[in-house]
């Protein structure tokens, strides 16, 4: 059974870091590729970013490129979302997600529970 | 690529026929996936590949459409529907959600 468990969020204040963690089970984790989407009521879900499967290729949307840092540990099964400069509007539920194949450019075929991160002074 | 959802929400009963559509603002393909998401839990896969139903999902939702234009379609609506839909494409970076479609019960 996939199981994808997510971990790390809380409340932080602006300007201040986070690491969020996902340890993956049930499936051969470096043949997926893995992502990372946050939602918000206002902006709904938002694709941040994806790593294929060995973690050689990462791809971002242009709005994280340079604050946020997609990672994988393979020989631990865990992915890591790294949060920096952290801003009031990235407040979200921050969702791992599981790709359907190797590629970065799969659907996406399960997600984690997700974890908060509120972001306020 | 942008992806638009209509309509934003609906209400409807149970038995109706419910379809949605998502628009590419430009081609895709057939690389779309269609989620439900019910509140407090993660989205679940129901189509991809625009036509194809994910193992498990219940063969009242079928998918159809190509390139630009896309629905999701559920043939007899059931109590365990009412959620929020949602459509994604992965023909290219950066993947893209759709604004979602909120079913509720009328």
């Known amino acids: 059974e996939v199981q994808l468990v997510e971990s790390g969020g809380g409340l932080v204040r602006p300007g201040e870091s986070l690491r969020l963690s996902c340890g993956a089970s049930?499936?051969?984790?470096?043949?997926?590729?893995m992502h990372w989407v946050r939602q918000t009521p206002r902006k709904g879900l938002e694709w941040i970013s994806s790593?294929?499967?060995?973690?050689?290729?990462?791809f971002y949307a242009d709005s994280f490129q340079g604050r946020f840092t997609i990672s994988r540990d393979n020989s631990k099964n865990i992915l890591y979302l790294q949060l920096n400069s952290l801003r009031d509007d990235d407040t979200a539920t921050y969702y791992c997600?599981?790709?359907?194949?190797?590629?970065?450019?799969?659907?996406?075929?399960?997600w984690g529970q997700g974890t908060l991160v509120t972001v306020s002074s | 690529i942008q992806l638009t959802q209509s309509p934003s929400s609906l209400s409807a009963s149970v038995g109706d026929r419910v379809t949605i559509t998502c628009r590419a603002t430009?081609?895709?393909?057939?690389?779309l996936a269609w989620y439900q998401q019910k509140p407090g839990k993660a989205p679940k896969l129901l189509i991809y590949?625009?036509?194809t139903l994910q193992s498990g999902v219940p063969s009242r939702f079928s998918g159809s459409g190509s390139w630009a234009e896309f629905t999701l379609t559920i043939s007899s609506l059931q109590p365990e529907d009412f959620a929020t839909y949602y459509c994604?494409?992965?023909?290219?970076?950066?993947?893209?959600f759709g604004g979602g479609t909120k079913v509720e019960i009328k």
């Open positions: 997600a599981k790709g359907s194949e190797y590629s970065g450019s799969s659907h996406i075929d399960f």
């Open positions: 049930g499936f051969t984790f470096t043949t997926y590729a």
């Open positions: 590949g625009a036509t």
């Open positions: 994604l494409q992965v023909n290219s970076f950066p993947l893209t």
């Open positions: 790593m294929v499967g060995t973690g050689g290729r990462t």
């Open positions: 430009q081609g895709i393909s057939s690389y």
